[in-house]
């Protein structure tokens, strides 16, 4: 049975990383290199912390210069890996959760197991703290990364209390930690202020919780249909 859900977070999680990083190459990627013209224009480069092109960077500590994947191929093969990578590890993510919780997951209420990682890992945080672009202002990155994960566990113990207890008690409490997050606020930089284009920034948001969305929504699908395909049973 465990190795029949670890085979099914593989496959489910390379397909909904392959589908995420199709899109993120379509829509997403053009909108980075926009901002980088920004970024560069400007000198930010080395001020900015939280950016997603950051997450395929690395500073050389002998020539202190930071190196990045050569745009076209290579940058597209490492937003290819990186998905297929990151896929796969929300998907075991995804896996222990409907193991933990004795639910089902079915190619019918998928869906709604996307959803609740979209929300939860994406939905939920971008209202305190929303994707950034390169050479937009950031706060400090232990605050940002501190508040990210205490979103992401307000919003999944909030949405297990009220899907899962039948107690009304324990679903207000749920309600409650859905809200917390946001009266404590997220933390924000000194300053506002930024080259980069509002409309840029906004095309940005949109199209990277819509990725987000795709992701997960092909994570639930195709998960449940794995694990529930003719003949998986008899095999299991």
């Known amino acids: ?12 999680g390379m397909l909904a990383g392959a589908a995420a990083g199709a899109f993120q ?19 930010t480069a080395a001020e900015h912390g939280h950016s997603q092109a950051e997450h395929a960077t690395h500073v050389n500590a002998d020539t202190d210069e930071t190196w990045a994947p050569e ?14 990578v990151m896929g796969v590890g929300f998907a075991f993510l995804l896996a222990a959760t409907v193991m933990l919780s004795g ?8 869906v709604l197991w996307g959803l609740a990682g979209f929300i939860v890992f994406a939905l939920a945080p971008a209202t305190g703290l929303a994707p950034e672009l390169p050479g937009m202002p950031a706060a400090d990155l232990v ?5 990210w994960f205490g979103t992401v566990l307000a919003t999944a ?9 039948a107690n009304i008690a324990l679903k207000a409490l749920g309600i409650i930690l859905l809200v917390i997050p946001n009266v404590v606020g997220a933390p924000h ?10 409309i840029l920034a906004a095309d940005f948001v949109a199209n990277t919780l819509a990725m987000l969305a795709l992701y997960w929504i092909v994570l639930g699908v ?10 998986s049973m008899e095999k299991a």
């Open 143 to 147: 605050a940002r990364q501190g508040w």
């Open 1 to 12: 049975m465990i190795m029949r859900v670890l085979l099914a977070a593989v496959i489910a």
């Open 189 to 198: 930089p000194p300053t506002l202020e930024s080259a980069v284009p509002a």
């Open 25 to 43: 190459i379509w829509r997403v990627t053009p909108l980075i290199l926009a901002a980088e013209v920004y970024e560069n224009q400007n000198g």
């Open 71 to 84: 745009d076209g191929l290579e940058r597209t093969a490492y937003t290819l890996l990186t998905n297929l």
């Open 103 to 110: 639910q089902a997951i079915t190619t019918q209420n998928g």
């Open 157 to 165: 113990g909030g949405i297990a209390l009220i899907v899962f207890q």
């Open 222 to 231: 195709s998960m449940g249909w794995w694990l529930n395909r003719p003949g």
